[in-house]
């Protein structure tokens, strides 16, 4: 898959932190080995980077009870995704039943064609 440099550009944080999907990362790396704008580009976003862990400009603190907050919430938003994905399975379960004993009944009850 062939990308431009604009979009490897807009591509540099998420692939350089690590989190960008297999087939963006493989696109990524591939225009880098082509490309000696944007391999520079690369390379100075990730020695900023890197200063700045050695560095270390900033320091978040977080109170204990934020990270509880955020599994909470996260849990909260999985739970119901599983309560809708457990209510659309057992809706089609239903139907399909129902379509199956309609097909059935018909099968057997249905009018003799002669």
């Not at 520079?40 to 890197?50: A, G, Q, V």
């Not at 400009?57 to 119901?80: A, G, Q, T």
């Not at 129902?98 to 099968?107: A, C, D, N, Q």
Request: with cysteine; aromatic share 6%; hydrophobic share 35%.
């Amino acid at each position: 898959m062939e990308i431009t440099c604009d979009i490897v550009m807009d591509l540099v944080d998420v692939y350089t932190n690590g989190i960008a999907s297999e087939d963006t990362a493989n696109a990524v790396r591939e225009h880098l080995k082509t490309c000696p704008d944007c391999r520079r580009h690369y390379d100075e976003y990730k020695k900023t980077l890197d200063n700045e862990k050695k560095n270390k400009y900033f320091v978040v603190e977080k109170s204990p009870d934020f990270c509880d907050d955020i599994i909470l919430e996260s849990v909260n938003k999985i739970s119901k995704r599983l309560k809708v994905r457990r209510t659309i399975r057992n809706v089609t379960s239903v139907v399909a039943v129902i379509v199956s004993l309609t097909v059935l009944l018909k099968g057997v009850f249905g009018e003799d064609k002669k």
